[in-house]
């Protein structure tokens, strides 16, 4: 069975305070494998303000 984590990051630019790479990096140590990043918040002109990273992990 697989076990999900969902970590938000806000955008802006760039990824706000972390930067994605670490973050993916840095679960991916743990035997996360990073699966996509769905949209979570918009803005007032439409733009993306934050996302869920999601991770994946097979767990018997």
């Known amino acids: 069975m697989y076990k999900y ?3 938000e990051c806000k955008v802006g630019g760039y990824f706000g305070k ?3 790479r670490e973050i993916i990096a840095r679960n991916a140590v743990d ?7 769905i949209p979570k918040s ?3 002109y439409g733009q993306v303000d934050s996302v869920d990273l999601v991770f994946e992990k097979y767990e018997e």
């Open 5 to 7: 984590l969902f970590i």
């Open 18 to 20: 972390e930067d994605h």
């Open 31 to 37: 035997g996360w494998r990073f699966v996509t990043a």
């Open 42 to 44: 918009n803005g007032s």
